[in-house]
């Protein structure tokens, strides 16, 4: 796979001090330059180097998507793979500082420009960036890893295929196909129904769009269509919560854990890649706590990070917002971006599902119409660039988490808890993935020695 720098791609230089923003920043209205930083908000908050906005619904004509070179900003053409902005949120109000060492591999968001044979870019003017923790640049391809026991066994086999059709028939009625139409076009994606009423989580990328004048129709299983009204967005966690309107008796789909998976345990992804309602595929949970950022063209940066599940299960444009599913029909994550190779934007085998028990407090919050909350240290942080690997802090919030905890600027955090922190994109992922009011043990060193404090996770809403 073809590689990007490091998690911010950015070129060698020291992080400035700018405060990040605290609450998720609304789209830009319509006309606004593609690349163009939203303004910032009032300090405080997480998101980071852009975590992979999932697959996101690609704008019909968009461009084809380019590898991402060192250096290079936002992507100017929609699904373009490109760098981070130089002042990428992370943990509360600080900018990112690029990492020479570490790379990162080119992300694009699964969403399909309608039409398209190949959904010209991966997602709506999408890039993504995962962030490789054992440092490797990666191969130039990724093959899917065999999903039968190694003695290949014929009844094995029969077994897991089985196994799959089932969970297809179980899930494939609460799974949806949307359409946004709005001035740019019209747009792809899926969703995942979570109430009998009409209820429906997808990405923030797919129905973005709507937010701008444009219109949500949802397609079911059995090929009726409705309308549907956007009940709440979260650009920082890229999740959606759509209503489907005049609509009863819907099959919801069951909301499993993501805390129960394990490397290895097979999964199924169901979507709408490239406009092809009802795909099932399947594959197996390559990692887990895999810190991945991306940012949409129409947000005007890279705002999002999570800790995904890795997965193996193809994953192409028009994905977005679809289920990964484990083998008792539960879904454990929403499906979100691919890495990709060279041009290509279709599955190399690396595919990105936002975890299922990350996406619940969001989902929660945004089917009541309240305000998404996310956790933050109210630091601002960058990659170390000295001996020492791990996020460097470099301002910390008068009266924040960070501040009461003792913590320092110039401060190196390694670890939170037993997990090691190689760099600012995956802080922040780790502390996105608990909620405000956890506690949380970071190990950092300063002067050369290595300390522990305990951090009682502050709210974004309280900066807001």
Not at 177 to 206: L, P, R
Not at 218 to 231: H, K, M, P
Not at 276 to 301: C, K, N
Not at 436 to 451: A, F, K, M, S
């Amino acid at each position: 796979m073809d590689d990007a720098t490091r998690t911010s791609g950015e070129p060698q230089g020291s992080a400035s001090t700018t405060t990040l923003p605290t609450a998720p920043v609304p789209p830009p209205p319509a006309g606004t330059p593609a690349g163009t930083a939203p303004a910032q908000a009032p300090t405080t908050e997480l998101p980071r180097s852009g975590w992979s906005t999932p697959p996101s619904g690609d704008q019909t004509g968009a461009a084809e998507p380019g590898a991402a070179e060192p250096g290079a900003t936002e992507p100017t053409e929609a699904g373009a793979a490109g760098s981070p902005p130089p002042h990428e949120p992370v943990l509360g109000d600080g900018d990112r500082k690029p990492e020479p060492k570490r790379r990162r591999a080119p992300l694009v968001l699964a969403g399909v420009a309608l039409g398209a044979i190949i959904g010209g870019a991966a997602g709506a003017g999408v890039a993504a960036y995962v962030n490789d923790d054992n440092g490797d640049s990666g191969g130039d391809s990724v093959t899917r890893s065999d999903l039968s026991n190694t003695s290949g066994s014929n009844n094995q086999q029969t077994s897991s295929a089985s196994g799959v059709q089932a969970v297809a028939a179980d899930v494939l009625p609460s799974v949806v196909s949307i359409t946004v139409a709005s001035q740019f076009g019209e747009a792809g994606g899926t969703g995942v129904i979570i109430s009998s009423d009409g209820e429906i989580v997808t990405n923030n990328h797919v129905v973005e769009g709507a937010g701008q004048g444009g219109s949500v129709q949802v397609t079911f299983a059995d090929g009726t269509t409705a309308e549907a009204e956007v009940l709440g967005t979260d650009p920082l966690t890229d999740l959606a919560v759509i209503k489907a309107k005049d609509v009863s008796g819907l099959q919801a789909a069951e909301l499993g854990s993501s805390g129960d998976l394990a490397v290895g345990q097979q999964v199924v992804a169901i979507g709408s890649p490239l406009g092809l309602d009802g795909t099932v595929t399947t594959g197996i949970v390559s990692a887990l706590d895999r810190p991945v950022a991306a940012g949409s063209e129409q947000q005007g940066s890279v705002n999002s990070v999570i800790d995904a599940i890795q997965t193996d299960a193809p994953i192409n444009p028009g994905n977005s917002g679809g289920p990964l599913v484990n083998m008792n029909g539960q879904v454990v994550g929403i499906n979100s971006a691919i890495a990709t190779s060279g041009q290509s934007n279709g599955s190399i085998g690396l595919g990105f599902s936002i975890p299922i028990d990350q996406a619940k407090p969001i989902i929660d919050e945004l089917r009541s119409g309240e305000q998404p909350t996310h956790a933050q240290i109210g630091v601002g942080v960058g990659d170390a660039q000295g001996d020492v690997r791990g996020a460097e802090i470099a301002q910390v919030n008068d009266g924040s988490a960070g501040a009461d905890a003792g913590l320092q600027q110039g401060d190196v955090v390694t670890h939170v808890g037993d997990r090691v922190v190689t760099d600012a994109t995956s802080l922040i992922a780790a502390v996105r993935s608990h909620r405000p009011g956890d506690d949380i043990e970071l190990t950092y060193v300063r002067d050369g020695q290595e300390h522990t404090t305990t951090v009682t996770l502050g709210s974004d809403a309280q900066s807001s």
